[in-house]
């Protein structure tokens, strides 16, 4: 006589099989989240005690439009450095539209010149980067002359150690969140042989 379990293990097994729901960010999704990630860390850590000012030196908005730029897709990389640069107008209120204009230049120039020649290596992208710091530096203090709003007694010297100094914390910087770029947003926005390189899809 068969027992309740071998009567039980004969019958036919009803297969149970579990769905696990998983979320994929597409592109925009990441890059969007990168950008707030960005703003919200600049502006967490240039308010730490006693190591802020470290951090003031380092554009984590630059650095990000950067990484998008050196692939060839100049509407994604032009959108990416004016949004990034706008947010950051609008947490520190210097010049508004300063910084959105100065990355938007920044992001469509690196993917114009991306298409004639490779920029996105590891070695080309820490090249690119603190000539973007220096350009970046350049360009919104030449805006902040231009409509009279740097600080009194500002001369070229200090401009230029500004920029010097962007140039070193931006480069550091990107040593380590140039990896972690390529880890969140690599294959997501890395341009394919058969892609359109300045198509307006190209978001």
Not at 3 to 13: A, E, F, G
Not at 75 to 82: S, T
Not at 171 to 196: H, M, Y
């Amino acid at each position: 006589m068969l027992s309740p379990y071998v009567m039980r293990q004969s019958l036919p097994q009803r297969r149970t099989s579990t769905n696990l729901i998983v979320l994929e960010l597409g592109p925009t999704a990441r890059v969007t989240v990168a950008l707030l990630l960005m703003v919200a860390l600049q502006t967490t850590l240039v308010r730490l005690p006693y190591f802020g000012f470290v951090f003031e030196h380092v554009d984590f908005i630059l650095i990000l439009t950067v990484f998008v730029g050196v692939q060839p897709r100049a509407l994604r990389a032009a959108l990416v450095g004016m949004t990034g640069g706008l947010l950051q107008d609008l947490v520190w209120g210097v010049l508004y539209g300063a910084s959105g204009f100065t990355k938007m230049l920044i992001g469509y120039a690196l993917a114009v010149v991306s298409v004639k020649f490779s920029l996105d290596s590891k070695v080309t992208r820490l090249l690119v980067l603190p000539l973007c710091s220096v350009v970046n530096t350049g360009l919104f203090a030449f805006f902040l002359y231009f409509f009279s709003m740097l600080p009194p007694g500002t001369t070229f010297r200090d401009v230029v150690r500004v920029g010097m100094f962007a140039l070193l914390g931006n480069g550091l910087a990107g040593l380590a969140l140039f990896p972690l770029g390529d880890r969140w947003l690599g294959k997501w926005i890395a341009v394919r042989s058969t892609d359109e390189p300045l198509a307006p899809r190209a978001f």
